[in-house]
């Protein structure tokens, strides 16, 4: 039973990358999913969900216009699309799938009860 996490990478700010989220061993698609990152000595901080069909999607402030979220349930896969990336967008990103099928609360993490094990995210500036 897990979440794989990948596709983190170092890049320059202004670039682009994709994370992908794999599913196995878990019921994938009939749950919202989402991702958070977390900085040493922070907390982890929620980045964006998706409902369990897609319909609907949510976004910290900090990244609304910069980052999409999508997900395809045949694959039991999520992607987090990052664009016009900041050095402020350095850290490990999480996948994680929501314990409850419904969207309450979908930016806490005690939300989530399966999490990926992490894909780290670095961004020169």
């Known amino acids: 039973v897990q979440l794989q996490a990948c596709g983190g990478g170092l890049v320059q700010a202004g670039d682009s990358l994709r994370l992908s989220c794999a599913a196995s061993?878990?019921?994938?698609?009939?749950?919202?999913m989402a991702w958070f990152r977390q900085d040493p000595g922070k907390e982890r901080e929620f980045v964006a969900a998706i409902s369990r069909t897609g319909e609907r999607t949510y976004f910290a402030d900090s990244v609304k216009g910069r980052f999409t979220i999508s997900r395809n349930n045949a694959k039991n896969t999520g992607f987090l699309q990052m664009n016009d990336l900041k050095p402020g967008d350095t850290a490990v990103y999480y996948c994680?799938?929501?314990?409850?099928?419904?969207?309450?609360?979908?930016?806490?993490?005690?939300?989530?009860?399966?999490w990926g094990q992490g894909t780290q995210v670095t961004v020169s500036s």
């Open positions: 061993g878990l019921t994938f698609s009939s749950y919202p």
């Open positions: 994680a799938r929501k314990a409850s099928r419904y969207n309450n609360d979908i930016d806490y993490a005690r939300q989530y009860d399966y």
